[in-house]
């Protein structure tokens, strides 16, 4: 689900719901517009267990800094209201989402909270 501010100051509502794959999540993102996102990841750990992790996105692209303040606000609600919710990512550019692979030792959650501007997506992404 992502989530932008309404014309009401402080609400926020949703803008895209459903399931989506995490190739249409990232295309779905605006370029010039800042939007926190709900997400669920499925995964296939290195040993081929499927895993899923929610995680907690705040989207703020270069062209949104005016917005960065009300955007971090919002963030940091949702992450006192979300707190089943343990990766959260700050991302500034699409690459910065891409799936990237993990070192066996590390679990996909903790390398993504290690890395929270160029996180490391447990990769590939599971087929339905």
């Not at 926020?12 to 800042?34: F, I, S």
Request: net charge negative; aromatic share 8%; charged share 25%.
């Amino acid at each position: 689900m992502t989530l932008r501010y309404a014309d009401v100051p402080g609400l926020l509502v949703p803008e895209v719901e459903g399931n989506l794959t995490h190739e249409e999540l990232v295309q779905a993102l605006p370029v010039d517009e800042p939007r926190l996102v709900v997400h669920e990841l499925s995964f296939a750990s290195p040993d081929g267990t499927r895993r899923h992790a929610q995680l907690l996105i705040f989207w703020l692209p270069p062209d949104a800094r005016e917005l960065e303040e009300a955007y971090t606000d919002g963030f940091t609600a949702l992450k006192e209201f979300l707190a089943d919710v343990h990766v959260h990512l700050t991302a500034r550019r699409a690459d910065q989402l891409d799936y990237l692979p993990w070192p066996a030792e590390h679990p996909p959650a903790a390398a993504l909270c290690a890395q929270r501007v160029a996180p490391s997506m447990a990769g590939p992404p599971l087929a339905d």
